[in-house]
C-alpha cells in the first residue's frame, strides 16, 4: 500500500548517543516533514523539506538535522540525544500546497526514550 | 503566527451519547483550511476532514458532523451516536495557503472517552 515508512517503530538511547530516523514516502510528494508528538501538547513541527533539495526548521529545530537524502527520502538526526527528546516522532508527507486536496499522510511513528 | 485551541483535554461519555468537540483558531490569512484527525490508541494518525476557509458549508459523512463557522473562528466536529471505537485522541489543525515554515499546525488534542 502507497504511504510513508517510518523506522525505527521503538528505540532506547543513553544520553549522548546518535541515531537516525528513516522516513520514506512511495506517493511521489514534494513535500515532507518531521513532527515530534509529547503528552499535551499536540504535534509540533520540528523541521519541512517543501521540495527535494531544500530544507527549513520548523517550530522545534534545536538538537535535531534532517537530510533530505532524494524525493522519497526525508531522514531526522539526533547528534547527541538528551531525555528532553524523549517523544513519538512523526513523518509526513504532502501535496497539499500544490492542490492536492488530500491531506497530510502520516507515518506509522518512531516511539524514542532517552535515558 | 497561527494557533489552534482545542480547550477540552478530556471527554467521557456513555455509548449512544452525542459528542461535540471544540476547535478555535486564530489566523491573519485569509485563505486557510481547516483539518481533523484521529489517532486511535494503535497510534496512527488518521485524515477525517478538510474544510477550505472560503467553503462555509458544514458537511456530514456518516454520524460524523462538523460545523465551521468563520464568524466565531470555529471548527467544530460532532459525533452522534457514538461507539466504543470512537476513543481516540482527535486534532483539529491549520494551514494557511502560503504554508511554509508555520506547516499545518495542530491542536494540543482532545481526549475522547466511550464507555460502554
Known amino acids: 500500500n502507497a504511504g510513508v515508512t517510518q523506522t525505527p517503530k521503538f528505540q532506547v538511547l543513553k544520553t549522548g548517543q546518535s541515531m537516525t530516523l528513516q522516513c520514506a514516502q512511495d506517493m511521489n510528494h514534494n513535500s515532507m516533514y518531521w513532527y515530534r508528538q509529547d503528552p499535551g501538547m499536540g504535534l509540533r513541527l520540528i523541521y519541512y523539506s517543501a521540495s527535494e533539495g531544500t530544507t527549513d526548521k520548523g517550530e522545534v529545530p534545536n538538537g535535531y538535522n534532517v537530510s533530505r537524502l532524494n524525493k522519497r527520502e526525508f531522514s531526522l538526526r539526533l547528534e547527541s540525544a538528551a531525555p528532553s527528546q524523549t517523544s513519538v516522532y512523526f513523518c509526513?508527507?504532502?501535496?497539499?500546497?500544490?492542490?492536492?486536496?488530500?491531506?497530510?499522510?502520516f507515518g506509522s511513528g518512531t516511539r524514542l526514550t532517552v535515558v | 503566527a497561527q494557533k489552534v485551541t482545542q480547550a477540552q483535554t478530556e471527554i467521557s461519555v456513555v455509548e449512544k451519547e452525542d459528542v461535540t468537540l471544540d476547535c478555535v483558531y486564530e489566523?491573519?490569512?485569509?485563505?486557510?483550511?481547516l483539518f481533523w484527525y484521529k489517532q486511535p490508541p494503535s497510534g496512527e494518525l488518521v485524515f477525517l476532514i478538510r474544510?477550505?476557509?472560503?467553503?462555509?458549508q458544514n458537511e456530514i459523512s456518516g454520524r460524523y458532523s462538523w460545523n465551521f463557522q468563520k464568524s466565531t473562528s470555529s471548527f467544530n466536529f460532532t459525533i452522534t451516536a457514538s461507539q466504543v471505537v470512537d476513543s481516540a485522541v482527535y486534532f483539529c489543525a491549520l494551514i494557511a495557503e502560503r504554508g511554509g515554515a508555520d506547516g499545518l499546525t495542530f491542536g494540543k488534542g482532545t481526549h475522547l472517552i466511550i464507555q460502554p
Open positions: 509526513a508527507s504532502s501535496e497539499f500546497l500544490r492542490g492536492d486536496s488530500r491531506g497530510y499522510t
Open positions: 474544510r477550505n476557509s472560503f467553503d462555509e
Open positions: 489566523t491573519r490569512d485569509t485563505t486557510y483550511y
